[in-house]
Every structure is written in C-alpha cells, then in structure tokens.
C-alpha cells in the first residue's frame, strides 16, 4: 500500500487549497479514506473521512463549512479542498487507509497559512 499527498503549500488567511492523494497497492473502492493533520505540538487530528461508496462523507464538528473531502475511484485518488484558510490551519496533512485492518499513512504535505 503506498499513499502519496500533493498540493501542500504557502497561502494566504483566507485562500483555498486542493490536496490529493494518490494510492496504488489495494483495491481502492472498496475502502473508506480519510484525511489527518498534525499541528506542531500537537496531537494528529481527524479532518473528514469517505467512505467506500464517495457519497457518505463525516467531518469532526470543528472541521465542518471549509473542507471538503471526495474521491475518485478511477483515478484511485480521494481530494481535500480546503477553503477560507486561516493560520491555525497551518499543519502537515496526511492520507490515512484503513486496508483489512490495517492502517496506512503518506508521508504528508505542509500547509502553511500565513501572510
């Protein structure tokens, strides 16, 4: 199982950013995806999961209205658009898979919101 993020970067409070993540090794529709971030000094946090089906979506109370988790099956990729940033959104974002029990992690992408 491999997961790559892309689409990390600088931006300013208030712009958007689109991460993705690709994944190769399992069958991809048949598993739900989510997306984690971890601040400095902080513990990793969930930030929206998608279940097998692209149509079930689940967001922690505190990430619901700016983010929006999707996927596509054929391409084996799930997105997170981010919208309205701000700098307490500053963190390294992660794709997990939970694969057969299994947890799988991708290396990360930096999200830096800063003026």
């Known amino acids: 199982v491999q997961l790559v993020e892309s689409g990390g970067g600088l931006v300013q409070p208030g712009g958007s950013l689109r991460l993705s993540c690709a994944a190769s090794?399992?069958?991809?529709?048949?598993?739900?995806m989510s997306w984690y971030r971890q601040a400095p000094g902080k513990e990793r946090e969930l930030v929206a999961r998608i279940f097998s089906d692209g149509g079930t979506t689940a967001y922690p109370d505190s990430m619901k209205g700016r983010f929006t988790i999707s996927r596509d099956n054929a391409k084996s990729t799930v997105y997170l658009q981010m919208n309205s940033l701000k700098p307490e959104d500053t963190a390294v974002y992660y794709c997990?898979?939970?694969?057969?029990?299994?947890?799988?992690w991708g290396q990360g992408t930096q999200v830096t919101v800063s003026s």
């Open positions: 090794g399992f069958t991809f529709r048949r598993y739900g």
């Open positions: 997990r898979a939970d694969v057969l029990g299994n947890d799988y």
